[in-house]
Every structure is written in structure tokens, then in C-alpha cells.
């Protein structure tokens, strides 16, 4: 082979690797995780710490759901374990305790600040409590911007009460002209335990949803797939609901849901310690 030859080679290679190493860079992955009552007792297990440290370190942005913990210690202690495992550093933003009665729980994003810079967040206001609200825990919202490609988009991240599936979920519709009305924005997300299955929620009250009729929105979870951790369940809980212009950026053969049990080799027991849903991920090519 001559010099010639060696040369094109490695020109080939280098824009390839550069090529691939650009794709991966405008890859964004964000998880939706409700974590089942997360508070000391689980912060203090380390078999749970530890996986649920390597479960988050798959995702650039992870929406947490069912933290337990006012001093809010335990969610700390997972973010130092993330820490730990990842050698990196991470940020986290908590929402305030949020229930219509002495049952409160917290929602938290942790994200790496190395790929995402935080511009601003909220929680959607639909009320006083306990009679005129209409979420039982109101939408933690949140605005992004993507580092490598400077795109921005929204984080809705909720916890459906079960009594109030279809009436909860509907009002995400307005949740979302909110979101419009305050930061001009269409590239929104959806995200979370919304209840939206099995008893909660049957197929004919879910093809009936206003939001699921909205051409506006697009459901990434499909009802069929399970996302929970006991073996005699078989519901699709947890759902990703993304605007139009934000649908169109969705990698669909890294979107869906995180087996647990199937990827750390779990026996039901074990997963059920961490929780009893199974996290969903959403990838994005921003």
C-alpha cells in the first residue's frame, strides 16, 4: 500500500470518527423514573443506592417522581452516589412537597450541567387546594437549552392521581398553552407516571382522551408496553407525550422502556426494593 493510500485511509477515518463523535453530541437522553415512596429507608439500602446510581447514569435529564423525604437528605445522598459512579457533576432542581392533603411527595430533575444549561423552571399553578385546584400534584416544569446544539425545549414532568386519570391528563392540555403563553415555546415534553393503563385507565376512556385526539401531541409509550416490575402486572403506566415539533426529533430505536429486572439480572424481589415501575427513556437528535 502506498503513502497515498494510507493517507485517504486515515482522512476517511478521522471524518468518520468525527462524523460519529457529532451524531452522539447532538444526542440528548432523558429518563422519567417513579421511584416508589424514595426517601431514608431507601437512601440507607446500598444494593438500591447503587443501581439506581447506574440506572440514572444512563440519561443527560431524569424526572424523578414519589421523593419522600422533607429535609430532602435522600435525594442528595443519590445525587452523591451518581456522583460517585459516574465521576461526574451533576445539578438538581426539587419541587415543594405537593398533595391536597397530609400525603404530600416531591418531584426533582437531575441533569448534567455538562450537556444541558437549566434557563428556568416552575410548578403549573391550576388553583387554591385543596377544592379548586385540578392536579393533585401539579406539573414540575422546566426550560433546557441543549449545549452542543443550543436547541431549547420544555420538561413537563407530573405524577397523575389514580382517582383522576382522565380529568388530570386532559388538563395537560392547558398546562401546555401555559407553557406557550409564558416562554413562546412548542418543542414540549410530557413526562411520567400518568396512571394511564389497566384499571386507571381502560383503552376505550384512554382513545377518548381530548389530548390523545389533539394532533398537536404525540404518544412515544405505547399501551401494551409494560412498565412495571411485578410479574403478575402487565400495565403502561408510564407515558412520554411530546408536541409535534418535538416528536419529529425522537430517535425511536433508543425510545421506550428500561427493563430493569432483564438488564441488572433481578430477581422480582430485587427490582420491587427499587421500585415498582421501571424507568422510561426518551432519546432526542437535537
Keep these: 500500500m502506498n503513502k497515498l493510500s494510507i493517507f485517504f485511509i486515515y482522512m476517511i477515518t478521522a471524518v468518520t470518527i468525527s462524523l460519529t463523535a457529532q451524531t452522539h453530541a447532538a444526542e440528548l437522553k432523558i429518563g422519567s423514573f417513579n421511584i416508589k415512596s424514595f426517601g431514608t429507608a431507601k437512601a440507607s439500602n446500598p444494593f438500591v443506592m447503587r443501581r439506581l446510581a447506574y440506572i440514572l447514569s444512563r440519561y443527560d435529564i431524569a424526572f424523578l417522581q414519589e ?22 457533576n451533576y ?90 403563553s409564558r416562554w413562546k415555546h412548542e418543542n414540549i415534553v410530557i413526562m411520567g407516571d400518568l396512571n394511564a393503563d389497566c384499571r386507571y385507565l381502560d383503552e376505550y376512556q384512554e382513545e377518548n ?6 394532533p398537536r401531541f404525540t404518544w412515544l409509550i405505547e399501551r401494551g408496553t409494560d412498565t412495571t416490575t411485578a410479574i403478575n402486572t402487565h ?42 415501575h421501571f424507568p422510561i427513556e426518551l432519546t432526542l437528535d437535537l
Excluded: W
Design 67 to 88: 421523593l419522600r423525604n422533607k429535609d430532602q437528605q435522600a435525594i442528595y445522598a443519590l445525587k452523591s452516589e451518581l456522583e460517585k459512579y459516574t465521576g461526574k
Design 209 to 214: 382522551l381530548i389530548i390523545k385526539e389533539d
Design 235 to 276: 400495565c403502561t403506566y408510564d407515558r412520554f407525550i411530546a408536541t409535534a415539533s418535538l416528536a419529529s426529533r425522537v430517535i425511536h430505536s433508543k425510545t421506550g422502556v428500561y427493563n430493569l429486572m432483564r438488564e441488572l439480572n433481578l430477581y422480582e424481589d430485587e427490582a420491587q426494593a427499587i421500585s415498582d
Design 91 to 180: 445539578s438538581i432542581i426539587i419541587s415543594q412537597p405537593l398533595g391536597r392533603s397530609t400525603y404530600k411527595e416531591q418531584y426533582a430533575y437531575i441533569f448534567d450541567p455538562a450537556k444541558v444549561e437549566l434557563l428556568d423552571f416552575y410548578t403549573y399553578d391550576d388553583g387554591e387546594e385543596p377544592y379548586y385546584d385540578t392536579f393533585s400534584r401539579e406539573p414540575f416544569i422546566a426550560q433546557f437549552k441543549h449545549k452542543a446544539s443550543e436547541e431549547k425545549f420544555v420538561t413537563v414532568g407530573v405524577h397523575i392521581a389514580p382517582s383522576f386519570v382522565m380529568s388530570e391528563i386532559d388538563e395537560l392540555i392547558h398546562v401546555y398553552r401555559d407553557i406557550k
